[in-house]
C-alpha cells in the first residue's frame, strides 16, 4: 500500500509484494494454529467472557504471542514483529477473516498499550509491554464509576500520597473482565482541592492489592464479564511495577487517558476486518437459499440492507487506510475519532440486526448472529457513548458552539 503514488497524489490501493507475503503468512498461521487450538479444547469452546472460557482463550492468547503474532506492530523487544500499520492492518483482517476469537487481552493491548508507549518509562515499557502481550499481566480498565459514566471527570475514587506509596478509596464499576484481570489502570483524584480534570492520575494498579475487593457480575446476554472494584484503603507502592505506577505525571491524568479514549474509539480498537468479516458472513446469509436471494425472489427491501451493510463497512476499510496514511505522514486523529467511534458502532448494529431479519424466527435458535448481535448493541454505549461522541464532533471537527 502506498499513500500517495498515484499520479493525482491519491493512494495506490494495491498491496506490494512483500505485504502479500505478509498476508499469506498471516493466514496460514491462523488455519494451523486455530484449528490445532479448537480440536485441544474439543472444537467447544465457551465465551471468553465467562471465567472458563477466558482461561481457555488464554490459551490462545499465548499461542499467538509464542510467534509474536499477538502484537504484530510492536517492537521486536517487546514481542512485536514491527510490522507497519498496513501489515497490522492486513493481519487484522485475516484474523476476523479466519473466524479468530475476540481477544480478551484487548483492553491492555489496544487500549492501554498505546499509551504506554507514549507517556510510560522506559521501565514501565519494559516491564509491562511483553508481560501483557503474553498473557501474564492482564489488564482491565478502571474508568466508570457509579456516577460517573459519560462525565468521567466527575470521577471520585481518591488516590492520597503518602509515604512510599497511595492510599487508594472509592468504587470503579462496568470493568470489562475485570474478575479475571490480574492489573487495573484507572484514573483517581490526587488532588482533593482540585475539580473537574484537574488533578487527576493515571494509576496502575495490581488488583491482589490488600483493600482491594473484585466483583464479577452478569451482563443482559448472561456472561459475568463485568465487575465492580471497590477500593477501601488499598495501599499501593510506588514500587509495585517497576518504573512506578504513575502512567505520566501526576496531576495530568485526564490528557493520558484521552490518549488512551483515542485508540479506543480511533484506530486500534476495533479495525475494518472485523466488520468486513461480518459483511462477508452477511453476504453468505443472503446467497443461502431460502434465507436471502439465491432464487432472486427475495425482499428488495432485505436485499437493500445487505447491500448497504456491506458497503458501510467497505466505506470504513477505506476511512481507515485514509487514517492509517496521516498517522503514518505522521499526523494525528484527534476528534475525528468520535466519528469513527459513531460510524465503526452503528455499522455493527446495521449488520446484524440485518442478519437476524434475514433469519426470521430461525434467529431464535441461531446463536452465533444473536449473541453478536446483542453485543453489538452495546456498541453504542462502551467507549464513550455515541451522543457524546456527537457532541464532541459537533464541538471540536465541525466548530459548532457548545449551547
Ligand atoms: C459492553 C461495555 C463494556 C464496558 N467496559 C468498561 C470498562 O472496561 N471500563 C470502564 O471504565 N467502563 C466500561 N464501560 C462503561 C461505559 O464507559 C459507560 O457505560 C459509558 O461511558 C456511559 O456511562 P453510563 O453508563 O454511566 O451512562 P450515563 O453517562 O449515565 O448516560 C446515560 C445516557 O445519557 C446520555 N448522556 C449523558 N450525558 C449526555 C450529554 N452531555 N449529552 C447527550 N447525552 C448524554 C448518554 O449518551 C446515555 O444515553 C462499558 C460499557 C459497556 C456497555
Redesign the pocket.
Known sequence: MDAASSDRGGMDLTWSAEEDEFRAEAAGWLATNLAEWRAGHDGDIPSGDTAEGFAIHLDWERRLFADRWAAVSWPAEHGGREASLWEWLIFEEEYYRAGAPPRVTQ?GIFLLAPSIFEFGNAEQQAHILGRMAGADDLW?????EP??????ASLTSKAQKVDGGWLLNGQ???????AFCTHLF?LFRTDPESARHKGLTYLLVPLDLAGVTVRGFG?LDGDD??AEVFFEDAFLPDDALPGGVVLGEVGSGWGVAMATTGSERGLTLRSPGRFLAAAARLIELWQQAGVGGADGAADPALRDRVIDAWMRAEAYQLFTLKTVTALAEGGAMGAESSINKVWWSELDVALHETALALLGPEAEVDDAWTRAWQ?SL?GP????????Q??IAAERVLGLPRK
Open positions: 483492553n482491565c480498565q478502571g474508568w466508570s456516577n460517573a459514566g459519560s462525565d468521567l470503579k464499576t462496568w470493568t470489562t473482565r475485570g484507572g451482563r464479564g463485568f453485543f452495546s454505549i462502551y467507549a464513550g457513548t455515541n451522543e457524546i456527537r457532541n
